[in-house]
Structure formats: C-alpha cells, structure tokens
C-alpha cells in the first residue's frame, strides 16, 4: 500500500458498504476492515446520529422565543439568535470531531487492508 490511509480520510471520507459489514469505501478505493474496526465506526455513526439530533432539539427549544417577532426592532434579537445558531453550529462541528478522534484508533493502518479494484 503506497499510500498509507489516514484517521481524517476514514473520519471524513469512510462509508461502509451496505451489505457488507466489513468493507469500507474511501473515494474510490475499498478496504478490509477489522471486526473491532466496524463496530467503532457503527458506534461512532450511532453516536453523532443521536448528538446531532439532542444538539437539534436544544437549539430549536432555544430559538422558540424568536419565531413570532415582527422585523421592526429585532436588532438585539437577530443577534442573540444568529450567536445561538453559531453556537449549535460549532457544537455539532465539534461533537463529530471529538467523537470520531475518540472512537476511531490511531494507528488504523493495522486495520486496514487495501483490496484491489
């Protein structure tokens, strides 16, 4: 394997095939993965699934107050509501970070075996 695959490809870029529990896509390349491995990427993908969907519900109960206001004089408003939405946003960003940097080991090239297309 020339090209040595890293943790941020897998993180960013890794998609195990439907079907088969363990093959993993990243671009146009396929790879074996260990059962251990396939099981972290199932838990990680469970994981961000339910961050994302808590994170969601926060910041829509959050944001209630701002839906029903008219335009005029919503200066101190629209910027409460744009620093909650930054927030959500950098929170998700920062959940599938820390969540995949926790659950996918660092030495995956051990891993991995590259199949041949």
């Known amino acids: ?3 040595k695959l890293t943790r941020r490809e ?5 998609m195990i095939k439907k079907g088969k ?4 896509e990243v671009g146009h390349k396929n ?9 972290r990427i199932r838990i990680k993908n469970l ?5 994302t969907v808590v994170l969601t519900f926060i ?3 959050s944001i209630e107050k701002y839906r029903d206001m008219s335009f005029k004089g919503m200066d101190k408003y629209f910027m409460e509501g744009l620093n909650k939405t930054f927030v959500f ?3 998700v960003a920062a959940g599938f970070i820390i ?14 075996k590259e199949l041949d297309s």
Do not use: C, Q, W
Request: glycine residues 4%; charged residues 20%.
């Open 99 to 112: 969540t995949s940097l926790m659950l996918l080991p660092k030495d995956i090239d051990n891993h991995v």
């Open 47 to 51: 994981l961000l699934g339910f961050e």
């Open 89 to 91: 946003l950098f929170l």
């Open 10 to 14: 897998v993180m960013l870029n890794g």
């Open 31 to 39: 790879y074996r993965i260990t059962d251990e491995l396939a099981k």
């Open 21 to 24: 529990k363990n093959i993993l």
């Open 59 to 61: 910041y829509l109960f």
């Open 1 to 3: 394997m020339a090209n």
